[in-house]
């Protein structure tokens, strides 16, 4: 697919970018060669290549340990809230 100077134009203007005219040969060219290639990508023949819902399956994935890095600051917090009771934060009422 080969977009013209046109339909860059209206892509600009719907997605509120200023290009300027200088730049829109340019753009039309490189968005073209972009096409091009998902074109190309659409043509290969997937049919047997099995989806996966997890890229390492069957490996395990090397985690960091799961402990507490940072303590209790609640207090800290709520010294800048303007109400506070039973350490929630209380806030104006917004459905009646």
Do not use: C, W
Request: proline letters at 5%.
């Amino acid at each position: 697919m080969s977009l013209t100077r046109h339909d860059v134009e209206g892509i600009a203007r719907l997605a509120r970018l200023q290009v300027s005219d200088a730049d829109l040969t340019a753009y039309a060219g490189s968005l073209s060669k972009i096409l091009a290639f998902v074109e190309q990508l659409s043509s290969v023949d997937t049919a047997a290549v099995e989806p996966m819902a997890h890229p390492l399956a069957g490996e395990a994935q090397r985690l960091r340990p799961d402990v507490v890095s940072e303590g209790d600051r609640r207090e800290l917090y709520q010294r800048n809230a303007p109400a506070v009771e039973s350490g929630l934060y209380v806030v104006p009422k917004v459905i009646e």
